[in-house]
């Protein structure tokens, strides 16, 4: 741990004077970059007054990769590759809106059986992410036990994801124009179009199994658990207006009370033919939060258990020029992403890469509203409320 | 209702007689000095803010391939999208701004989400951005000096090894070829 | 042999040799016994490795591990306080041992004061948590300890309330005749005599309080926010490393053990059962019931989140001390009319 900081632990030199009041000066409490409840390395600078935060000031900016200058040097194929980094906990969920927004400058169309695909993984993609964080909020507020239980099940899923991808956290499995058709690598193999891995589907339902299993274990365990309620309920509101104003969206909208689901709003992939509730909550409160991803869980399962039974038979991939050239012009595609909105705005010059790609983020605006959140809360409760907010570094970072 | 048609009504909303809906996508353009009114006419009906940007217009670039329009005019693009959660519409509003004195209006009072957005469009392009509470830097360290998403900086790693082009095309799966290419023949 | 027993500062010494002993090995028991249940619980094996197959092993590779460690004292240290407070916390836990009545002869002194003191003697750590929070010139410490400190204090009041009920209702404040008070028979079936533990003669209730204001006293989950790992790192406890970090960490274990066995004394019958003989089997009997609390404590702490520090206080001062006190004067009035 770092040493105190000298100007403000004043009485460790016994100059306490007793007088009426009490002088107790602030003192500025420096959580990070290096944390064990900070998912990554942010660093929080808060004054603090006894256990009230009086001030706070997220310093972000440790893991800036800068991925919107690097995509100006690369070929959208090669950004594929690196866009799946962004949002590491669900990896195949951040490749899917920069797909569609690339496919609709070029204007192609992909196959419905590569539609299926991707909404499974994403969906997929969405159980391992909510799975993470349905298991760390608990383990910040001191019950270890959901972590080994929600990680246990997510292991089925990566599998599954690592099966028909080849990758657990970064699948790079997305092909402009659909998914990746070819197996095999060199080029003294003749490639051959690989479907899904035998077994997949029937394998992914009972994994669904597993995990609505998993879910109903953690509303006992958890959601159930008095202290847990005590910890998380009424702690952390954000109001519905201060939410939309400040950009927040996903879960942590949700749970505010507003229902805006883009997997209901927009078309980016089929969902449409698929039977789903979007989970709100009402108070906008750390519990909401964990209820509504909770609930959101078992919703992704009923997703995919529905896109199972109805995949169809088909290609994988449409048919695309060997050298990608994306027409000029400028699109804006989001995505409902396990941890809010994500965007890609393209801005093409008719090149082999983007003249502009503008990266937005769910994580950095949820992560913006934290100063104004945090004023006046228990140093205790900022940790159930970082901890419930779900954002990962290297999405606030880029 | 369709991007055209909701373009159309944004503009009219704002006074602006530039928009456009290609690809889907429904964009304004607002003059520089109607800016935060814009915003704050369409605050009630857009109240979810959902990013805020820009890009460099220049006719040569230091790194990546030179843009195909011949008529580009040098200037900032700022751009925010704003959304409705009722019915899922989102618009891009976007202004332009010079290159020899970026300053523009802040949006902080109208949207609480601006903060952190414009302080990023300012660390990377060296916007101003006048009114803003708390104008510093967001991602890159205090020594820092220029700003990266600018056309003319220069990515570091490109100087050393110039832009190689298109390598390691991956050929179609009834196709066999050559798992590299010449960059000369990529075109 | 009957010379050592007989000399004064032989059988004294016999006596701290005695209580170490029991303490150390106590403590490896339990880490490991925690190690592995908590496993179980999160479907996981626990230790694997050390020591073969069940990785019994384990506690003592960590002890040794902890001992061959550098001797860190943070430079902005208090350096006597620094040193001294590992000390402090670990002496207040052994001198509860001196009480416990393992059979009617084998207990280090049957102290008529036997309770009184164990509580006042348990108290004595929460000085010396206080000593490590402040000397370790660190503000997550100073925070863990300020916290640890309003807790103890906190919890104090619950835990003798609770036993107050069972001393009226025993009549001494002895341990051995507490066992004793709770053999005695409470009704006949017939031809036998039925005792049952005061837990089933009505101090339910102050079973209840004292094991939870144990918790507390013990800084186990759900009351450990002095050692909020995820918050403060480890709160009081950050700087210390090497064999002063062992002495926290067994006195936290020795004190399970202390607080299962004075429970399991005051409430559960202590080393009796009945149709055993107290003398011979009194031992076996203790470590049992002292094994199923100690499951418990475990239990508790795998299961549950933790209290925020004011839920915490609101906690014991608006419902435990009122229970407490309601509960002694029930038994008190039962007491006297029945």
């Known amino acids: 741990m770092t040493t105190a900081d000298r100007q403000t632990l004043s009485m460790h030199h016994s100059e306490v004077q007793v007088s009426v009041e009490l002088q107790t000066p602030d003192m500025t409490l420096n959580l990070g970059p290096q944390h064990p409840s900070t998912h990554g390395v942010l660093r929080l600078v808060a004054q603090v007054d006894g256990e009230v935060i009086k001030e706070l000031e997220p310093v972000v900016g440790y893991m800036h990769r800068g991925y919107e200058k690097l995509a100006e040097v690369r070929t959208y194929p090669q950004i594929t590759a690196l866009v799946n980094r962004i949002d590491w906990v669900s990896g195949f969920a951040n490749e899917i809106p920069f797909m569609v927004a690339t496919e609709r400058l070029m204007g192609i169309e992909v196959p419905e059986r590569a539609q299926y695909i991707r909404l499974i993984l994403t969906e997929m993609a969405r159980i391992s992410n909510h799975l993470v964080f349905l298991s760390s909020l608990p383990l910040e507020l001191g019950a270890a036990t959901p972590l080994m239980h929600a990680l246990r099940e997510r292991e089925r899923v990566l599998d599954l994801i690592e099966g028909a991808t080849g990758g657990r956290f970064h699948p790079n499995f997305n092909r402009i124009g659909g998914v990746k058709p070819a197996a095999g690598a060199g080029s003294t193999q003749k490639k051959v179009v690989q479907d899904l891995p035998q077994g997949f589907l029937e394998q992914t339902k009972s994994a669904m199994e597993y995990v609505r299993d998993v879910c109903a274990d953690m509303v006992n365990l958890v959601l159930g658990n008095e202290i847990f309620m005590q910890r998380t309920k009424g702690v952390g509101i954000i109001p519905a207006d201060k939410a939309l104003a400040f950009g927040v969206s996903g879960p942590n909208l949700r749970a505010s009370g507003v229902p805006f689901d883009l997997r209901k709003t927009d078309d980016y992939l089929p969902y449409s033919n698929f039977d789903f509730d979007v989970v709100t909550g009402s108070n906008g409160d750390c519990f909401d939060r964990y209820a509504v991803r909770l609930e959101e869980v078992v919703q992704a399962s009923r997703i995919v258990d529905q896109a199972v039974e109805e995949i169809p038979a088909g290609d994988l991939q449409a048919k695309v020029p060997r050298i990608i050239k994306v027409p000029k012009g400028e699109i804006y595609v989001r995505a409902e992403n396990p941890k809010g909105e994500m965007g890609y705005y393209i801005v093409s010059e008719g090149g082999r890469g983007p003249y502009r790609l503008k990266i937005r983020t769910a994580s950095f605006s949820n992560l913006s509203v934290l100063s104004w959140l945090l004023k006046g809360q228990l140093v205790p409760d900022l940790i159930a409320i970082l901890g419930s907010l779900d954002f990962v570094l290297g999405d606030v970072d880029r | ?187 | 042999m009957s010379g050592i027993l007989d000399n004064f500062w032989s059988l004294l010494a016999l006596k701290i040799l005695f209580i170490t002993g029991v303490m150390m090995t106590v403590s490896l028991v339990i880490i490991f016994a925690e190690l592995k249940i908590s496993a179980h619980m999160q479907s996981r094996v626990g230790p694997y490795f050390a020591g073969g197959r069940y990785g019994w092993a384990q506690p003592l590779a960590d002890g040794l591990k902890f001992i061959q460690k550098e001797d860190l004292v943070p430079a902005d240290a208090d350096r006597p306080v620094f040193k001294f407070a590992p000390m402090v916390v670990l002496a207040g836990t052994l001198a509860v041992f001196v009480i416990v009545p393992f059979s009617p002869d084998l207990v280090v002194r049957n102290l008529d004061l036997g309770v009184f003191y164990a509580l006042a003697a348990g108290s004595i750590g929460t000085v010396g948590v206080l000593m490590a929070g402040w000397s370790s010139a660190n503000k997550y410490s100073l925070m863990g300890g300020l916290r640890a400190a309003a807790q103890l204090i906190a919890y104090e009041l619950p835990l003798v309330l609770a036993v107050v009920g069972v001393v009226i209702q025993a009549g001494t404040m002895s341990m051995v005749g507490i066992v004793e008070a709770q053999a005695a028979p409470v009704f006949h079936l017939g031809d036998t005599a039925i005792s049952l533990p005061y837990i089933f003669q009505g101090q339910f209730v102050g079973f209840i309080i004292f094991m939870i204001a144990a918790l507390a006293e013990l800084n186990r989950t759900p009351f450990d926010m002095p050692i909020a790992e995820s918050e403060l790192v480890m709160g009081y406890l950050t700087e210390y490393s090497g064999i002063r970090f062992t002495m926290f960490f067994l006195g936290e274990y020795a004190g399970i053990f202390a607080m299962s066995a004075i429970a399991s004394t005051l409430f559960l019958g202590g080393y009796y059962f009945p149709g055993l003989d107290s003398g011979t089997f009194g031992p076996l009997v203790l470590m049992g019931k002292v094994g199923l609390l100690v499951f418990l404590i475990i239990w508790v702490r795998w299961t549950l989140p933790r209290l925020r520090e004011d839920q915490l206080q609101s906690f014991a001062w608006k419902w435990l001390i009122p229970l407490a006190l309601v509960n002694i004067a029930v038994t008190a009035t039962f007491k006297v009319v029945f």
């Not at chain 2, 003319?152 to 790693?157: E, G, H, T």
């Open chain 2, 1 to 187: 209702m369709s991007p055209s048609e909701l373009a159309s009504r944004i503009a009219g909303a704002v006074g602006s007689d530039r928009f456009s809906s290609d690809n889907g996508t429904a964009k304004v353009h607002i003059a520089a000095d109607r800016w935060v009114d814009a915003h704050r006419t369409l605050s009630a009906e857009m109240p979810y803010f959902s990013w805020l940007s820009a890009i460099d217009w220049a006719t040569e670039v230091v790194v990546g391939d030179a843009p195909e329009s011949e008529d580009i005019e040098p200037r900032y693009e700022v751009l925010s999208c704003l959304g409705n959660v009722e019915n899922g519409e989102s618009v891009v509003l976007s202004t332009a701004i010079s290159k020899d004195d970026p300053s523009l209006d802040s949006l902080a009072d109208v949207y609480g989400g601006a903060d952190w957005h414009e302080r990023e469009a300012a660390e990377m392009f060296g916007i101003d951005f006048v009114g803003h509470p708390n104008l510093t830097g967001i991602y890159l360290p205090d020594s820092f000096e220029g700003h990266p998403l600018r056309k003319s900086f220069a990515l570091l790693s490109r100087e050393v090894k110039p832009w190689p082009g298109t390598v390691d095309v991956e050929p179609m799966p009834d196709e066999e070829g050559p798992s590299t290419e010449n960059p000369e023949d990529a075109g």
